[in-house]
């Protein structure tokens, strides 16, 4: 008997795809917390919804019930963490709308979901678009962002930082049939080692993303992990990984990172951690100095580990600078605008005993017929605004090689 090939990152079928879509537009419809996620290496998609909009942030994930995480670079009023709970499944694997055990429906709630999925999955005229709104018009030119690193450099060479990561936005025009669902898929197959995520928020709109970057993952065995990434290159043909070399500003901006994470284990006397690396990896179509941190809860005897590093890690200096509050004060007082859930984190909580937290990067957040994609770069001393530039507008590219945009 003759077997069927086995590929890495399997097509899932058009049954599911077709659930998997009007399940997003009935969450859309009905103006519900869900998101849609593929994990790094592995092949089914996940999909979870909340049935109503009340957000309940755990005080420790290792208390939380099952669900979704999403916080913002920096919690206000208008962006607050927000957790979604799992209250209706569905997964490529099982193929099939499930409602979490031990949901008690005496409201009615998933009878009216599912009520709803029938009649959006009538109708053929429905559009997500209708439900979604245009962005507040914004200016951001090149000169600006310039102009911002230049200050960063200034600053640095003042004494007052090490490093900050200045970053920007810019509006994309999404094609006419550019579709969120079928993007998330498209996402998926591209880039087999990122995290893949599509997240609606009621008042915070929709977010899509392909992200290298791990914050913090804890599963059964117990394991704890988190990287450093940073340093940026692009991949041009003719590529060979074994070739690729570094300069010693990427060395040392990367390194900042490692350390920043060492002292957050310092801070905590925790000794007995796992080091590897650094060493480079590929991030679609880029690549990055990274190096993989790695506990074990049991051995530490300390079980809340991932609550505790996530308070202490988010933002790091990846992301944000170091020392880390000047640096966000920095960038609140510099950066002039908001960044959102862009740099934030998101991921599943407690799914098979497995959290695992991505920091928010190569995002977009999506609108009526346009988009709104994220980038930003590490500054050092030695960094040249020119560059930094480039290295946001190939940031960008990871979405947009994949993504229909104009
Ligand atoms: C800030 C971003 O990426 C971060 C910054 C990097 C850098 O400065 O080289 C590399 C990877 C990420 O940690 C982004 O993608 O927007």
Known sequence: MELSKQTTHPIPDTVFLEKLENFFSTGIKMDLPFAIWRNPRETIIHSTLQLDQESEVPDEIENAPTGFMVSPFEASER?????????????????????????????????????????????????????LEAPTPFKSTKDSYLTLV???????????????????????????????????????????????????????????????????????????????????????????????????????????????????????????????????VKAGNLIHLKTTFKVNMQEVNFPQLGSVMLDLLHPTSAVCGMPMIPAAKFLQENEAYDREYYSGYLGPVKYDGQTALYVNLRCAKIYKNDMILFAGAGVTEDSDPEKEWVETEIKFQTLLNVIQAQ
């Open 79 to 131: 962006h607050e963490s927000q957790f979604i709970k799992s209250d209706v499944l569905l997964d490529s694997d099982l193929n099939e709308i499930l409602l979490a055990p031990g949901f008690n429906d005496k409201e009615g709630r998933y009878e009216n979901f599912l009520k709803q999925y029938a009649i959006v999955n009538e109708d053929k005229r429905f559009d997500y678009k209708d439900f």
């Open 150 to 280: 230049q200050k960063c450099k200034e600053s640095i060479s003042e004494g007052y930082y090490q490093k900050i990561v200045p970053s920007r936005r810019e509006k994309f025009r999404t094609e006419k049939n550019f579709h969120p669902v079928k993007e998330l898929i498209k996402l998926c197959e591209a880039y087999e080692n990122a995290f893949v995520s599509l997240v609606y928020l009621p008042s915070q709109g929709l977010w899509l993303g392909a992200t290298p970057e791990l914050l913090i993952s804890v599963d059964e065995a117990y394991n704890f992990e988190t990287i450093s990434l940073a340093g940026t290159q692009e991949i041009r043909p003719g590529f060979e990984l074994a070739q690729v070399s570094w300069t010693q500003k990427e060395i040392e901006e990367q390194a900042l990172v490692s350390r920043y994470i060492v002292n957050c284990f310092k801070k905590i006397r925790l000794r007995e951690f796992d080091e590897y690396g650094p060493k480079t």
